[in-house]
């Protein structure tokens, strides 16, 4: 049990590592801009639009 523990602390360990070197270099790719948020927010309205006339 105490290997399994020690293997898992390690896994998380190396992520946070992983992560940590990301934010540093400020490469933090797939951001969603405002762009992103009003495409999104467009694709809902038509879907839920869409389906509440599809519905009636």
């Known amino acids: ?3 399994a523990n020690h293997s898992w602390q390690d896994e998380i360990d190396r ?3 992983h992560y940590a070197e ?5 490469g933090w790719q797939g951001w969603m ?4 948020y ?3 927010l ?3 309205l ?4 869409g389906f509440w006339i599809w519905g009636t």
């Open 46 to 49: 038509v879907l839920v639009v």
């Open 22 to 26: 990301i934010d540093a270099r400020n």
């Open 42 to 44: 467009t694709l809902v």
């Open 1 to 3: 049990m105490q290997k």
């Open 15 to 17: 992520r946070a590592k």
């Open 38 to 40: 009003l495409g999104l």
């Open 33 to 36: 801009k405002a762009a992103d």
